[in-house]
């Protein structure tokens, strides 16, 4: 049964920091591209982050997080974290963990973990 639960989301003040993390079983989770998604109230889902399954372990981020979050694996414990400092109000969102098979043959998402940045 393949399962990713997020974790670690909840209120914080603009600027202070908040790691979230994703338990995944089910799926080849070494050999799996991970991704950390986030949906604000009203708005589509967007990408936030990347892990590849390559040797290098490859991450890009997209550009309103880039310098401030990190993601990172363990693919001995099967968890994908998301490091997020100097918070603001505009990442105010539900984040998404995500696996994708390497091949595109399997897309799996977690539940979601709040975050709210407010003062």
């Given amino acids: 049964q393949v399962q990713l639960v997020e974790s670690g989301g909840g209120l914080v003040q603009p600027g202070e920091s908040l790691r979230l993390s994703c338990a995944a079983s089910g799926f080849p989770f070494t050999s799996s591209l991970m991704r950390w998604y986030r949906q604000a109230p009203g708005k589509e889902r967007e990408w936030v982050a990347a892990s590849f399954a390559d040797s290098r372990r490859t991450q890009i981020y997209a550009d309103p ?9 363990d693919d001995s414990k099967n968890t994908l974290s998301l490091q997020m400092n100097a918070l603001k109000p505009d990442d105010t969102a539900t984040y998404f963990c995500n696996a994708h098979g390497r ?6 998402w977690g539940q ?5 940045v407010s003062s």
């Fill in 65 to 73: 997080v880039k310098g401030r979050f990190t993601i990172s694996r």
């Fill in 103 to 108: 091949l595109g043959q399997y897309e799996y």
């Fill in 112 to 116: 979601g973990t709040q975050v709210t």
